[in-house]
């Protein structure tokens, strides 16, 4: 036990006190686990109570892709706090400069320009007022089962169940994922043709009202169960069909950017050229930002323009002094490098898992970005939401972190576990997490079947 935990313990901060107070007084919104975390470094998270845990998740959807509490991350915020700790937007602070021309060296195809804000949502909701503000043009186009944030807007965009209770944006549309696994085309990949990516066009031409500014996607779906588009087929098709209709295409990469999937970029690896990109989650090593990157055209029309964006904590400085560690983080220790050989490790071993659980229907997505989803019948592909639920809270019993896809009792969905732990996590500890996994499926599934 380490001192702080020793002396949270010593104070009669214990865990049980602290969940009592919490129910009391924090109005939170939505589930909650029954645990309280006091301490991270690295791949390893302690509790209240002192039981260590190995974090096989990065603390969520890939927060802590660098590791909790990375050194470098701690020294740049510790020195910045020294400095300067708040800036008004309108004015210049360096750790954003810095940022912009740190990010600028490893974005793709011309992208880069950035605005930077406190989240993901914030990220997508720019990206969004941008390409209206660049097209004139109010409509939106998204997939299915995509997670973009919870505001109004974004709800409208994203899975059912973050918008049940509220409008939906006029114009706002979905269309069909390339979800290959449960097509909901009912069809089979490659005899398909990419009829997801196909039917894009008569979307446009039929039911929209020819006013649309962009379609926002995720390149590889995290919320969803990390759902891979078939083949790089899937993004030409998407790219000609929006090129023709002058619609901008937005690649939210705030689950898969920086390394993660094993290319820098998730568009990198299903070969999407996008207009603007999204990030937040990981860039900030734990520190809340978020960052539309646009083009340098898109970009200065914004700059030169009556664009009014922004938010009190948009560029903050110690945001944006963590997210430059975390950029050099990334780049100094080849993390889409690291991604993608560990990856492999624990993919080749989820499936020979396969011959193990009968329950492991799919296992899919590249790098450390690792969905495994479990159906009660290999036929009929019926979800195992519960099971699902029910390993990964056997999982957390052994000390292994580990989440399931949304959607559990809010719509079909809940029946993937996932695995991305940091992408600094050593290749020992990343073997334990999995044996805890496994000792959960045993547990769940009653052993080899
Ligand atoms: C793909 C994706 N986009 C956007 C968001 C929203 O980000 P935030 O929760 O930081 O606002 C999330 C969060 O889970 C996400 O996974």
Redesign the pocket.
Known sequence: MSRSTKKAAASGTSSDEILRKDSKYIAHGGGRTPIVFVEAKGSIVTDANGKEYIDCVSMG?GTSGVGHSHPRVVEAIREQAGKIIHTHLSTVNIPSVELGEKLARITPHGLNKFHFVN????A?ETAIRAAMTYTKKKEVLSLELG???TTIALSSLGMSYSRHAYPTVPGFRQLPPPYCYRCPLGLDFPRCDVACANLLDDAIKYATSHDVAAFIL?PIM??AGHIVPPGKEYAKIIRETCDRHDILIIA?E??TGLGRTGTMWASDYIGLKPDIMTL??GLGGGMPI?AAVFSEEVGSMLQKGTWAHGYTHSESPMSCAAAGAVVDIVVDEKLPERSARLGAIATKIFKQWQSKYEAIGDVRGPGLFIGLELVKNKITKERATEEATKIAAEALEMGGIFSTSHGASQQPGGNVVKFKPPMTIEEDLMKKGIDILDDAFTRVLGGAT
């Open positions: 959807m989240s993901g949502t914030d997508n997670y973009h944030g995720e995290g919320a939210d705030i689950q937040g989650k978020g």
